[in-house]
Nanobody, 125 residues
Framework: EVQLQASGGGSVQPGESLRLSCLAS????????FGWIRQAPGKEREVVSC????????EYAKSVAGRFKISRDNAKNLVYLDMSSLQPEDTAVYFC??????????????????YGRGTLVTVSS
């Protein structure tokens, strides 16, 4: 069973960038598909991006398309979320999550089997 730990959050001003990292232990990132999921205060969890295990399939929520990029480094056992042009509405706790998505990925938080501890991103002027 994989354990996940997200890091890299912080407080930034609108327009700035952040890179979130998700470290896997107990298994390798090559064995799973991944998603980055965020939850803002008072709101439901939202998948902002996902990637399949194989085939290089990635998806993005409309709210972040063109600004966020998901990637993985199998050698380092890390999954990344590069976020640019951050806006106050991106403020949330960000989680990485994994599931057995071989040739697809999912934009529903309920379809993920493993969740890591989140990291807080605050965008404010």
């Amino acid at each position: 069973e994989v354990q996940l730990q997200a890091s890299g959050g912080g407080s930034v001003q609108p327009g700035e960038s952040l890179r979130l990292s998700c470290l896997a232990s107990g298994s390798t990132v090559a064995d799973y598909g991944f998603g980055w999921i965020r939850q803002a205060p008072g709101k439901e969890r939202e998948v902002v991006s996902c990637m399949s295990r194989y085939s290089g399939i990635v998806e993005y929520a409309k709210s972040v398309a063109g600004r966020f990029k998901i990637s993985r480094d199998n050698a380092k056992n890390l999954v990344y979320l590069d976020m640019s042009s951050l806006q106050p509405e991106d403020t949330a706790v960000y989680f990485c999550a994994a599931a057995d998505f071989s040739h697809h990925c999912a934009m529903s938080p309920r379809l993920y089997d493993y969740y890591g501890r989140g990291t807080l991103v605050t965008v404010s002027s």
